[in-house]
């Protein structure tokens, strides 16, 4: 029994005030939604638990296992994914490389430089938007026309890079012009006030406060490049590379095609190099994230 | 030495400001008072060239300062910026350090001298060098609302303008950093002209030597303080400063 208010308290208590105190009620308001995220969350859990039983089976497929004990001849070694494993670098750095200085470029060129109610401006800024949701298969065969075909390029890193790139390059505007739009209009205006000239405000203010959604868009939009292998079958990347690029000039190899490549055999031992492809894949992946992470943080000392 | 002729601010096709004219007196504290949204902000913000950053925003008439139209054609808006400094009604200290909230004006400006020096000086006038002195690394946005807007007046200060736009400077403050804030405003009035937005009426009558009262855009009366709060010429200024609403 909870001893009434007036005891408890410290202080004298009115009788109007301790009349009108009633016991607290214990009991939970119903929130729908805390039981719907939930779930939610469990769905998602479950989704996760299974790639990992999968890449688990993977993983012990290609170390040579199979379902019957007997190891397979040659699982997926250096030698085979070497070359994919190489390609994918080179491939990933050639995104980066020209997907984010252009791409930032040209959101602030959007946002802080161009009058936004010009029409060519808005029009510019819709076709960005859809332009990023045009399928990657598509950039394949744009890359194939204008780079293969058009340039002969040949079907080289470099032609794979530059289609990757463009891949890419629509997100990178997106996320970047929105981290800059999320930037208080109050900081601007209060640099302004100061006289600063607008490449100090940018430069000192808008840059940094933006750089974390900045960098982390930037990083999805290259690791979700990093892993198509759409647009680089049709611009005909090679499976059976024997040796690892060591230019944009060499032929081109990546691990998403070579996967594919070899997934799409018959034979079990394809099978179990398809999976220490995929294995590796992943895991430049996840380097590629963690990478930009740390990017993030280093990002967040240095510019200030 | 600051005037406005035939001044107008539209945002898009709302009025803010509508023909304004006034001067303000060199060395001297004007006063800009008026009910809400009638233009206060619009018309300090008209003279530090702050407006054209808003969408839609159009001024015509001019502005003048020591004779020069701030809108002229070759007038670049960032040194009208320098040499007129604003603090502005809603305190925005950047994301940063106390110190380099100071110091990102005068490095923009170009300032050669010893920031920390400069910093110390600002910091003290603005009532907030006791305060922060231990740690000017600390970040500006653990600073409270008030220790923010004393940040901000001492950030413009650092900047050594001629002429100081506040919009509100002490609507955040308690009153002893008022008062700080508010003795700082007259012991600038030896070097620098002051126009000062409130909606304190015994603050603009303490402080200003011309009270501007604007109505609806429109510039109403323009006295000085002791006329417009004891023997105004019109009636709606009368019924401003007692607290009569007709
Ligand atoms: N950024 C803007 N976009 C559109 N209209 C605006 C903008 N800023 C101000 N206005 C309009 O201009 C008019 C004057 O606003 P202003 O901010 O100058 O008023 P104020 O006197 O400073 O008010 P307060 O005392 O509330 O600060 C208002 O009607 C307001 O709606
Ligand atoms: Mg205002």
New interface residues.
């Given amino acids: 029994m909870t001893p009434p208010v007036a005891e408890r308290s410290a202080y004298p208590v009115s009788p109007t005030i301790q009349a009108a105190a009633k016991p607290m009620l214990p009991g939970r308001r119903r929130d729908f939604l805390a039981g719907a995220s939930r779930l939610a969350a469990a769905t998602m859990l479950a989704a996760a638990a299974g790639l990992a039983g999968v890449l688990a089976r993977a993983v012990w497929q290609a170390n040579g296992g199979s379902a019957d004990g007997t190891p397979y001849a040659g699982g997926a070694g250096w030698e085979t994914i070497g070359p994919a494993v190489a390609g994918t670098l080179w491939l990933a750095l050639a995104t980066a490389a020209l997907a984010l200085p252009i791409g930032l470029g040209t959101a602030l060129y959007l946002e802080e430089y161009a009058r936004p109610k010009r029409r060519a401006v808005r029009a510019f800024q819709a076709a960005v938007a859809h332009l990023a949701g045009v399928p990657s298969v598509v950039y394949g065969v744009a890359g194939l026309v204008v780079l293969v075909h058009g340039l002969s390029a040949g079907r080289s890193i470099f032609a794979g890079g530059l289609a990757l790139a463009a891949l890419a390059l629509p997100t990178v505007v997106a996320t970047s012009a929105e981290a800059i739009r999320a930037v208080p209009d109050d900081l601007r205006t209060a640099a302004y006030g100061l006289g600063a000239t607008r490449w100090q405000v940018v430069r000192h203010q808008v840059l940094p406060a933006a750089a974390a959604p900045i960098a982390a868009g930037a990083c999805a939009a290259i690791t979700r490049t990093a892993g198509e292998a759409a647009p680089l079958l049709v611009l005909g990347a090679t499976s059976f590379a024997t040796f690892a690029p060591a230019g944009p000039g060499d032929p081109l190899v990546s691990l998403p095609t070579q996967v594919f490549a070899w997934a799409v055999r018959p034979q079990a031992e394809f099978a179990a190099q398809a999976a220490g492809a995929a294995i590796a894949l992943l895991a430049i992946l996840l380097g590629l994230n963690v990478a930009g992470l740390f990017l993030r943080r280093r990002l967040r000392k240095v510019l200030p | 030495m600051l005037s406005a002729d035939r001044l107008s601010v539209r945002f898009g096709s709302k009025t803010a400001l509508a023909d304004v004219s006034l001067d303000v007196p060199a060395q001297k504290i004007v006063s800009v008072i008026g009910r809400s949204a009638c233009g206060k902000t619009t018309l300090l913000r008209a003279f ?1 060239r ?1 407006n054209e ?1 808003i ?1 839609g925003a159009r001024t015509t008439g001019t502005a003048r300062f020591h004779g020069t139209d701030l809108y002229g054609r070759t007038v670049d808006p ?2 009208v ?2 040499r007129i ?2 603090i ?1 009604q ?1 305190a ?1 200290p ?3 350090s106390v110190f ?1 909230n100071i110091a ?2 005068p490095r ?2 170009g300032f050669a001298g010893d920031l920390h020096e400069l910093a110390e000086e600002v910091l003290t006038s603005a009532g907030l060098w006791a305060d922060v002195a231990g740690d000017l690394d600390a970040p500006a946005l653990a600073l409270s609302a008030g220790q923010q807007q004393q940040l ?1 007046i001492a ?2 200060l650092a ?1 050594r303008p001629d002429v100081l736009l506040m919009d509100e400077p002490t609507a955040s403050l308690d009153p002893a950093a008022t008062a700080r804030i508010e003795s700082l405003v007259h012991s600038l009035k030896a070097t620098y002209t002051v126009v000062i937005a409130t909606h304190d009426l015994s603050q603009a009558a303490r402080l200003s030597d011309m009270t501007a009262f604007l109505d609806a855009g429109e510039l109403v009366e323009y006295s000085p303080t002791a006329t417009l709060f004891t023997n105004p010429r019109t009636r709606q200024a009368e019924e401003y400063v007692t607290g009569r609403t007709s």
């Fill in positions: 530090n702050t950053m969408a960032v040194e910026r320098r400094g604003m502005f809603r925005t950047f994301p940063k380099d990102f004006g923009a400006g901000c950030r413009t900047v």
